[in-house]
């Protein structure tokens, strides 16, 4: 059956570049979509989950409620005073992972809900680990000591390259977008998420000189041990009822609603997708039957069972779908893996996969009617039509 | 004494058509087929001849009578197991030869194989190509239907009916879609094949044609007569 479905496929071959063409767009659209959603989650479970035992202080309006993913306090300050409060109420932390921050996003995200590629933050000399949270280096040091000194992401590296067309070495000075001066690169961090990897990190002073901020932060990050996270949210909760104290946990929680809208959004394109596949397959195999109703009722005469016609069909819809199916993990993985970086091979793969068994459920539920129609066909009948 | 291979009893087949009215398109034929038998069925078109091919070769039910095949009652059998009766010991050749366009010669051939169990890959491609040589299209095995003249697709089509090695062939007008020098190549082929021991039961209006079968029976308004030696000649 397979063969005879092969040959027939490649008889018909304008109809089977035409449906193999439409199936391969139709499933690109779906995986893109799905592997923007795949990528954007595991991104911010990865970052959240290194962020664990850390509070994040920020102005009360820079709180996340769960309607949006932009999880950077950029729009709005905390002053001296506030933060010395802060600080001062905070007890029992870890000094290397505690340090008010300045953030500046230097390159806007391209899409809804993908974290931004380029951010500038700013941070107290000595505690670099309160926004690097562990990160390892690829090469040099991860700690700051001269007032131009910046440590890059592995994914902002990528990015300034796209940017400039060149790719600065460790030691090297170099220009970031939307900044002045000149910065002399002294680490570069290994690939991990989405919230490190996008960072150009810089001492706090420098950063507010940068942006003009005076003695203001964005934020103040505390780190504690995480077994005792918690019961230091909800002190400092009571204490600050002026600033919005998040848990990693919390800012997860913000971030998972945040995506119900694009989920829906993109559930909303992918049923499209679907539907439509359905359709153009259910018209492409109802046409083919119609056209073949002699061929099928030879078929029938000369031996072939009501299941042997019904399994050409099915499989003939399934090598379209199938064949499509693989163009379109190639095309996908070409506009997707290699232009983002929160998205590896491995994970685009898992997401195609299920893609990949959507649409083999589409081709068979889509081929089903038709099938069992060229099944139903009486070979003496389709033996006479013309 | 030759074993009777098809048997038809008092077989009737009754179409509805549009209003209510009801066409008889048979009305009670006997035919007793033995094995090895060339039969002939004569008659015009409309006369009911196509239409009991088609109940002997498994295609359609009869509305009433019997049909045997090797004695066992065989009109009521299901769908399934009628299309395995005829994918295993029927075959056909139809006037329009009716083979699949996406398949070269030898795949038309072997692909009632297909539809049989047990038979591998190498064994349908080398049975395939012996009957194409049989016929002589060996040269021909991988030309596609439309690149072979009417002629050589009806041999394609005779090699095809022949692959399951069937117990009876039916042939509907074989010649029918034929120039005359063509068809009379394709029936001293049909005679060859009897001569080898193939039960052929042919359909066809030419007298010609019919003058070579062992019997031939007239088809006259779905009633079916045995013509006698006496009664027919070729100029007939």
């Given at each position: 059956?397979?063969?005879?479905?092969?040959?027939?496929?490649?008889?018909?071959?304008?109809?089977?570049?035409?449906?193999?063409?439409?199936?391969?767009?139709?499933?690109?659209?779906?995986?893109?979509?799905?592997?923007?959603?795949?990528?954007?989650?595991?991104?911010?479970?990865?970052?959240?989950?290194?962020?664990?035992?850390?509070?994040?202080?920020?102005?009360?309006?820079?709180?996340?409620?769960?309607?949006?993913?932009?999880?950077?306090?950029?729009?709005?300050?905390l002053d001296r005073s506030t933060m010395e409060k802060i600080l001062a109420a905070a007890g029992g932390t870890d000094p290397a992972r505690t340090s008010a921050v300045v953030v500046q996003t230097l390159i806007n995200s391209t899409a809804p809900s993908v974290p931004a590629p380029l951010v500038l933050a700013g941070v107290e000399p000595g505690h670099e680990d309160a926004i690097l949270l562990g990160l390892e280096m690829a090469e040099g040091e991860g700690k700051l000591t001269g007032e131009h000194d910046v440590i890059l992401g592995a994914a902002t590296l990528k990015e300034l390259a796209r940017q400039t067309g060149s790719t600065p070495r460790v030691g090297e000075l170099f220009t970031l977008p939307s900044t002045p001066g000149e910065w002399r690169l002294v680490g570069i961090g290994r690939k991990r998420d989405?919230?490190?990897?996008?960072?150009?990190?810089?001492?706090l002073k420098a950063a507010q000189q940068a942006f003009g901020r005076g003695d203001t932060v964005n934020y103040v990050t505390l780190g504690y041990p995480v077994d005792?996270?918690?019961?230091?949210?909800?002190?400092?909760?009571?204490?600050?009822?002026?600033?919005?104290?998040?848990?990693?946990?919390?800012?997860?929680?913000?971030?998972?609603?945040?995506?119900?809208?694009?989920?829906?959004?993109?559930?909303?394109?992918?049923?499209t997708v679907y539907l439509t596949a359905t359709a153009i397959i259910f018209m492409v195999m109802y046409t083919a039957v119609m056209e073949r109703t002699r061929e099928i009722g030879t078929m029938r005469a000369v031996g072939a069972s009501r299941w042997t016609v019904v399994g050409e069909?099915?499989?003939?819809a399934l090598l379209f779908v199938f064949t499509g199916a693989l163009i379109a993990s190639v095309m996908g993985w070409v506009v997707l893996v290699p232009q983002w970086d929160f998205l590896s091979t491995p994970e685009y793969i898992a997401s195609a996969a299920q893609t990949l068994g959507a649409a083999l459920l589409v081709a068979l539920g889509s081929s089903l009617y038709p099938a069992i129609r060229a099944a139903r066909i009486n070979p003496l009948e389709a033996l006479r039509y013309e | 004494m030759q074993k009777n291979l098809i048997e038809a009893r008092g077989l009737t087949k009754v179409y509805k058509v549009g209003g209510g009215e009801e066409v008889h398109a048979l009305r009670g034929a006997d035919l007793t087929v033995p094995e090895g038998e060339f039969a002939a069925i004569i008659g015009a078109s409309g006369s009911g001849k196509s239409t009991l091919l088609h109940m002997l070769g498994f295609m359609d039910r009869p509305s009433g009578g019997?049909?045997?095949?090797?004695?066992?009652?065989?009109?009521?059998?299901?769908?399934?197991?009628?299309?395995?009766?005829?994918?295993t010991q029927i075959g056909f050749v139809f006037q329009t030869f009716n083979l699949i366009p996406s398949l070269n010669a030898w795949e038309n051939v072997a692909l009632p194989t297909r539809f049989v169990r047990g038979i591998s890959a190498r064994e349908q491609r080398e049975r395939a190509l012996e009957l194409l040589e049989m016929v002589g299209l060996a040269d021909?095995?991988?030309?596609?239907?439309?690149?072979?003249?009417?002629?050589?697709?009806?041999?394609?089509?005779?090699?095809?009916?022949?692959?399951?090695?069937?117990?009876?062939?039916?042939?509907?007008?074989?010649?029918?879609?034929?120039?005359?020098?063509?068809?009379?190549?394709?029936?001293?082929?049909?005679?060859?094949?009897n001569q080898a021991g193939q039960t052929i039961v042919l359909v066809t209006h030419n007298p010609e044609i019919a003058a070579l079968a062992k019997a031939v029976y007239r088809m006259k308004d779905g009633l079916l007569r045995r013509v006698t030696e006496g009664e027919f000649t070729a100029a007939d």
């Open positions: 059956m397979l063969q005879l479905a092969f040959k027939n496929i490649l008889f018909r071959k304008m109809r089977t570049l035409l449906t193999i063409l439409g199936v391969a767009s139709s499933i690109t659209l779906v995986m893109f979509m799905n592997g923007i959603l795949v990528g954007t989650e595991k991104s911010y479970i990865g970052s959240f989950a290194n962020m664990a035992g850390q509070i994040r202080v920020q102005p009360k309006s820079e709180a996340l409620n769960g309607n949006s993913t932009d999880t950077l306090p950029v729009g709005a300050f989405a919230l490190t990897d996008t960072l150009a990190v810089v001492p005792g996270v918690q019961e230091a949210a909800e002190r400092l909760k009571a204490e600050l009822s002026t600033v919005d104290v998040a848990t990693a946990d919390a800012l997860l929680e913000a971030v998972d609603k945040g995506l119900t809208a694009q989920r829906a959004f993109f559930r909303m394109i992918n049923t069909i099915l499989i003939e | 019997e049909l045997l095949f090797e004695s066992r009652r065989v009109d009521r059998l299901s769908d399934t197991a009628m299309t395995r009766i005829r994918s021909r095995a991988n030309h596609r239907p439309g690149e072979l003249s009417g002629g050589q697709r009806q041999r394609v089509a005779i090699a095809r009916s022949l692959i399951n090695r069937p117990r009876l062939l039916l042939a509907d007008e074989p010649t029918g879609n034929l120039d005359s020098t063509t068809g009379t190549q394709i029936v001293e082929l049909l005679v060859r094949l």
